[in-house]
């Protein structure tokens, strides 16, 4: 997918039915669960090999992984997943902690009949990542972090006062306040979400941005995704529990070079886990869209050799 630069014109827009759908990559299919209390959408190629799991942050839908999964699916059997809220997944009222959301993908992989499988998360994912496999060690082959502070850590609690991060704060308001303010101007606030926090690396296109207008235009679905934030306070306290015990499988930690010149997430997790890697990526926050040549290579790396 060719990446392109916009100018403040493009924030503008409304995204047209064309753009708005996403692409599945030859030779995965879309699928939903059916048996489980909330049941997600999810698109996977069954290929050969382990099972990789791909969730992706706020706000954005399985497609953000689109350029990274056919890179991978040679040897891998690649699930990118629609998160509980967004797109086709079901929108419940509640369980919007990420402890909650990793029972989620728990029940994917008890339905796919999958033992364990390489989990890997950007942003909101990254979060669920770590709760799935606090909580799930043994179906939990390897876990990839991606951009993201962990509730309940120096790291997390630094960056949430951080003026950069101002977007925590308002997207956890109560009374509806970042719906109401956000109702009938998506594109402009996601768009100017998705180009702030490119950080210039010309990883985002019209195409992406129309997807996510699309998918969180759906007030149900933007909810969903405040409601992510909002239960960061949760978070803190259950990941607290968690990191009692540290996490056995091997772990990597990977951000974006441009935010963070240093690799931040591979600090955060080294006192959480027993072998920890990781680094920092010439991108903005989206690694996936802006180096999935990359990023591809690196989870590969990282996969054969644990």
Do not use: C
Request: charged share 20%; no cysteine.
């Amino acid at each position: 997918m060719k990446h392109l630069m916009h100018s403040a014109a493009v924030l503008a827009f409304s995204a047209p039915a064309v753009l708005a759908d996403a692409t599945i990559p030859q030779g995965f299919e879309s699928a939903r669960m059916t048996s489980a209390e909330v049941n997600l959408h999810y698109v996977r190629d069954g290929g050969p090999g382990e099972t990789v799991i791909l969730m992706h942050g706020w706000p954005q839908t399985w497609a953000s992984w689109v350029e990274v999964m056919p890179l991978l699916s040679a040897d891998y059997d690649v699930i990118a997943v629609d998160l509980r809220g967004v797109g086709q997944s079901d929108k419940p009222e509640g369980g919007y902690d990420k402890t909650t959301m990793a029972t989620d993908i728990m029940a994917l992989m008890d339905e796919l009949d999958i033992s364990s499988a390489n989990i890997v998360g950007h942003d909101i994912g990254g979060m669920t990542a770590f709760a799935f496999a606090s909580q799930f060690p043994e179906a939990t082959t390897t876990v990839t972090i991606i951009d993201v502070p962990i509730p309940g850590t120096p790291t997390f609690d630094a960056i949430s006062v951080d003026p950069r991060a101002w977007h925590f704060a308002f997207h956890a308001a109560q009374g509806n306040i970042p719906e109401v303010l956000t109702a009938g101007r998506e594109a402009f606030y996601y768009g100017a979400f998705l180009q702030k926090f490119d950080a210039g690396a010309g990883g985002i296109t019209e195409t992406e941005i129309a997807i996510t207008v699309d998918a969180y235009s759906d007030p149900q679905t933007a909810a969903a995704g405040f409601n992510w934030y909002r239960a960061f306070a949760q978070d803190a306290e259950d990941n607290k529990a968690f990191m009692e015990t540290r996490l056995e499988m091997p772990v990597l930690g990977l951000n974006a070079g441009r935010l963070s010149p240093v690799p931040y997430v591979r600090d955060m997790l080294a006192p959480l886990a027993t072998t920890v890697e990781g680094r920092a990526f010439d991108s903005g926050h989206w690694i996936a869209e802006t180096r999935p040549e990359e990023l591809s290579a690196t989870l590969d790396d990282f996969f054969k050799r644990h």
